[in-house]
């Protein structure tokens, strides 16, 4: 399924993790980290590469023991979100900024974490396990 | 769905899913807020980081005038999140 690059396509990016979770029966922790971490990742893919013109493409495959997802700009730069970025969570409110929050929420909470990139393409996938 | 709302004691009630879709909501509502203030999360059943930004933005602006949210009732997935972004120790949370 393809989204348009914007954050309003939230409300139809839930509507499909809906239906995929309600199909397979996903409930709990999995479901609320997989909305979690989809819209980590496309709302950066929006905000960073806001000037790409095509639609970002999000698949969602199911087996007994995980649910795999993979997020697809076919029109951007490279921006690797395995790499460990500096991000200081010891510091005090006034402080404190949510820059790169997401993406290292994400990190720590899914099972696996893959990014390839080439021809402009980059792909993010990441598992959970199921409960 | 989300939604925010100021009750006639004062406290701050949001329901239905925080998202980045929704953070001008719910900062609109909560810039009205100016003096310490509980946020009940009962019926909040997601957030994301842009959602923690609108409360990180607000907790910041009370503690100039020496104010906080005190913020209650999450569900354990929000309070997972919370967790791991350290922000258990920006919010008192009950």
């Known amino acids: 399924m393809t989204f348009p690059r914007s954050i309003s396509s939230l409300e139809n990016i839930f509507t499909f993790t809906g239906e995929f979770v309600q199909k397979h029966r996903i409930d709990g922790k999995v479901r609320f980290l997989l909305d979690l971490a989809v819209e980590e990742f496309f709302t950066n893919m929006v905000k960073y590469n806001a000037s790409g013109k095509q639609d970002i493409e999000l698949l969602l495959q199911w087996d007994r023991h995980q649910i795999h997802v993979t997020l697809v700009d076919p029109d951007s730069h490279a921006f690797d979100v395995t790499k460990d970025r500096k991000i200081d969570l010891t510091k005090s409110l006034t402080e404190r900024k949510v820059g790169g929050l997401g993406v290292y929420l994400v990190k720590k909470l899914v099972d696996s974490l893959q990014y390839d990139y080439s021809n402009r393409k980059s792909s993010i996938t990441f598992t959970l396990q199921l409960e | ?44 059943q997601y957030i994301s980081s842009a959602g923690l930004g609108v409360l990180l933005a607000a907790q910041k602006r009370l503690s100039q005038s020496g104010n906080k949210l005190k913020l209650i009732n999450m569900s354990s997935h929000i309070k997972d999140v919370f967790h791991y972004a350290r922000f258990d120790m920006i919010f008192e949370i009950e």
């Not at chain 2, 329901?15 to 810039?31: T, W």
Request: aromatic residues 4%.
């Open chain 2, 1 to 44: 769905m989300f939604d925010i709302r100021i009750e006639d004691g004062g406290n701050v009630v949001l329901s239905g899913r925080l998202d980045a879709a929704q953070v001008e909501k719910a900062h609109e509502v909560l810039n009205r807020v100016t003096k310490s203030t509980i946020v009940d999360f009962k019926d909040l």
